[in-house]
């Protein structure tokens, strides 16, 4: 290599980098320090190194280096004079010294115990403290609807129960002392032996709980009595979730602390579900054992403590439609012995139970079949509705809306008297099942339905109904509104009323005419000829709006009396029906005393149809059953009217009694003239029309009815203790049928033409039979005579008119001659029939044919002729008016009105 490129040697002292390292360490620029200042491991080779300047510096290992650089906080920063990095630790100390300080490594983020335990003091404060801010601010909310949602029991008239059903839940509730001590001590033996000591909730069962749940075993024992009365009676919410389960134990706490364990324990037992339907204990009883639970003995307490668990799998009827595989009936018997006889040994653990009494129970308690949907079967579903409909109907003297009847909790005491009820099932049954044969005669004897109703006349307590095969299966109650006239069962009150106010006086004056009359006696003369026409009280002829006449018609074209005038008095009149006296007798005493006396006697004027026409004192109308048999009740009470009802006293289980029936009784006749009427409808069933109906050893009074196209039959009688309504028709009993109507009931039951005469009557006779048996025979009064022999003015046999002509249609049955109106008297086409609250069936005549000019209009006891047809405006005013449809405006229908 040359010489020049040589670089000279630098003196050990000083030199050009010396001077540079000099500088350096005396100058605040950015250079580094020299290495002897900075006692880094790149110019620390041993112990004994010196500097340039010749200095002894002591230098430690490189990690000692490393733990100085980040004390530091820089790369290279010296020990004196500011570097590159952060400036070096502050001696103040931290409040949360993390990461630590003066740790390195995996140390400096390891906490220190101070830290650890300041932590969990700081979060068990927090949670005492939210704890009892949650507690403070938690209050015991009101038992939920559906907690105290309950049925109403029904109850017959001899305070037995007859039913449970009508509330939102199968439940009764009851108090504590209604609830055997085994059942009690079963409960809290199963479910939470330290329920009398704890505050509402246990923590040791709650962590038990947990615990099982993370091995995936049962969860049960995490919840106590109070916390399960809380879910089922307060919180109204049996989900799963944190937020529930925490407001759960806030609640509980609360109540546990707040509410008597008595308290809590009925709550818990009232409210939780054992099955079959049943929500609290008394309706578990009922349900498992057909009786009430406070006599329930120590093996049947047991046995649903246990079904609490879960009546799926605890029913010893199974429950194979929801789990057919582990719920068979075999399967959850053994499971109810098993868990029946466990809590039968904790409670002789927990001595609760001597081993002597739990010695009787290894087996199960006979247990009832599970009840099918047959509660409301047979009458009783009829008896429910017709009480419930007089609670709402009469709710501003009971207090109970239908809202407040559908909570439940009320006990309802019927008049209904269940051998009475029985009997008058059997009756019709009897029969229908002797002459009905829908099979053998399709066209003439499908479709017949019968109602009927008996009435105290005492008190009009309804003590019977009979309304219809099943209520389950045949929903409109016969006994109740059905549109089905009442034909000649109306003549009594056209009766009464000329007994009542008299016949007006046709030589009077005309403007005082209303004011001017004659009472009458039975003893009063009517003309009994066929084919009459009808006059008006001062003896001109009848005529409607459009100048038509009226001639009427008696059954089978038939006239009675002699000639010249065929006169009848009116007890033959009425003993035989006859149409054309009682038509002429309603237009003399007029048609709107006619009306005053049906209403008068307990008939409701929205029942009421036809009332401009002469027809009307034939029946035209179509009231209940229950509304004839308590008319006539007014004339077997010798004219004292009381309405009928069904409920005599309403109790509660939070207010005691909270209704009590009064009887109150209005005077619609003076006993002269009821007991005259009923003299003469005596005569009906001991010579008449209804022999029939005639009992043995007894006084009956009666009147049959039947209406013009044979579509109802009625009967209607009473004796001093009871008065009874027996009605037939035919309707389809099918919704799906369009434009459903009346049948006429020729050649039904194997018989030409249905009477009130024919099975009315021997339905009547026979139910009536069994009703009184065992009451003594109790004659009507003597009555009294009775205003004065009113003869009406001679009637010549009608002549044909140039308009007119003898000849007549012919009958509908060979066997039968159905009275049909002359040719010259227009004659209305049928009307369709409606069935009650049947809103999407209408007529042309919304009277359901029961109006002037329909078909149905008059005929009682074999028929009358057809009103003449009204004009459009009269008749439309009827039809809005009187609401006479199949569905009778309030004819003591389910909501129409105070029907009993």
Known sequence: MSEHRRKPPQPQGGGRAAARRGQSGSSSGRRAAPRGATGSPSDSYGSDSRDSGGEVHSHGSRAEARRAAQRGGGRRAGSTGPGRGRAAPSDQKRIIDYPRHDKYGWRRWMPSWKFVTGLCIAFFGSMVAAAGIGYAMVGVPDEAKTAKAQNNVYYWSDNSQMVATGGERNRQIIEIEEIPKAMQLAVISQENKTFYEDSGIDPKGIARAVFNMARGGNTQGGSTITQQYVKNAMLDDQSQTISRKVKEMFVSVKVGTTKEKKDILAGYLNSAYYGRGAYGIQAAAQAYFDKKAVNLDEGECAFLAAVLKGATYYDPAGASSIDPVNASPAANKKRARLQMQDTLNKMVEYGHLDPATR??????????????????????????????????????????????????????????????????????????????????????????????????????????????????????????????????????????????????????????????????????????????????????????????????????????????????????????????????????????????????????????????????????????????????????????????????????????????????????????????????????????????????????????????????????????????????????????????????????????????????????????????????????????????????????????????????????????????????????????????????????????????????????????TSSPSPSESEEEGVNRGNGNGNGGGNNGSLFGGPAG
């Not at 008068?600 to 048999?629: C, H, K, Q, V, W």
């Not at 939070?654 to 009590?660: A, L, P, Q, R």
Request: glycine share 10%; with cysteine.
């Open 359 to 864: 010695a009787k129970y290894t087996k199960l308690p006979e247990v009832q079949n599970p009840r099918s949907n047959t509660a409301l079967s047979g009458q009783i579903g009829y008896l429910v509705d017709l009480a419930k409909a007089y609670i709402v109907n009469n709710s501003e003297e009971t207090g109970i809306t239908a809202d407040l009847l559908e909570q439940g909790g009320y006990s309802i005491y019927t008049t209904f008297d269940k051998k009475k009820v029985k009997a008058l099932e059997e009756s019709v049954q009897k029969v229908y099942k002797k002459n009905i044969k829908p099979e053998e005669r399709p066209d003439k004897d499908t479709h017949v339905q019968f109602g009927g109703a008996s009435v105290d006349p005492a008190t009009g307590a309804i003590v019977a109904i009979y309304g219809g095969a099943d209520a389950t299966t045949h929903f409109t109650n016969n006994a109740d509104a059905t549109g089905a006239q009442v034909g000649s069962t109306f003549k009594p009150y056209v009766l009464a009323a000329a007994m009542k106010w008299g016949v007006r006086d046709p030589d009077g004056d005309p403007d005082q005419a209303q004011d001017e009359r004659t009472q009458v006696s039975e003893k009063s003369l009517y003309s009994g000829q066929n084919k009459l026409k009808i006059k008006e009280y001062d003896g001109s002829v009848w005529q409607n709006e459009k100048g038509e006449q009226w001639q009427q018609v008696n059954d089978g074209d038939q006239t009675y009396g002699t000639a010249p005038d065929y006169k009848i008095d009116l007890r033959e009149a009425m003993r035989e029906s006859v149409n054309s006296s009682f038509v002429q007798l309603g237009v003399d005493v007029g048609l709107d005393k006619v009306k005053e006396s049906a209403e008068d006697s307990g008939l409701l004027e929205s029942s009421l149809a036809g009332t401009n026409y002469p027809s009307f004192s034939l029946g035209t109308s179509s009231p209940s059953a229950i509304r004839m048999a308590g008319s006539y009740a007014t004339f077997a009470a010798s004219g004292e009217q009381r309405d009928p009802f069904s409920v005599k006293r309403v109790t509660s289980s939070k207010d005691g009694t909270v209704y009590t029936h009064k009887i109150q009784t209005e005077r619609a006749f003076t006993s002269l003239v009821a007991d005259n009427v009923t003299d003469v409808l005596k005569t009906v069933v001991e010579e008449g029309t209804g022999t029939n109906a005639q009992l043995e050893g007894r006084e009956v009074a009666g009147k049959t009815g039947t209406t013009d196209g044979n579509k109802s039959a009625w009967f209607v009688g009473y004796t001093p203790q009871l008065s009874t309504a027996i009605s037939m028709f035919r309707y389809p009993d099918d919704e799906t049928i369009k434009n459903r109507e009346f049948l006429k009931m020729f050649g039904t039951g194997g018989q030409d033409k249905i009477h009130g005469a024919s099975f009315p009557s021997e339905i009547w006779a026979d139910y009536m039979e069994d009703a009184l048996k065992g009451q003594k025979s109790v004659p009507f009064p003597t009555p009294k005579p009775i205003g004065e022999i009113v003869n009406d003015t001679p009637s010549p046999t009608p002549t044909p008119s140039p308009t007119e002509t003898e000849e007549e249609t012919p009958s509908p049955s060979p066997s039968t001659s159905e009275p049909e109106p002359e040719p010259s008297t227009p004659t209305p086409s049928e009307t369709e029939t409606c069935r009650p609250l049947d809103f999407r069936c209408k007529g042309e005549d919304d009277t359901g044919g029961a109006g002037p000019g329909g078909a149905d209009a008059g005929g009682t006891d074999g028929g009358v």
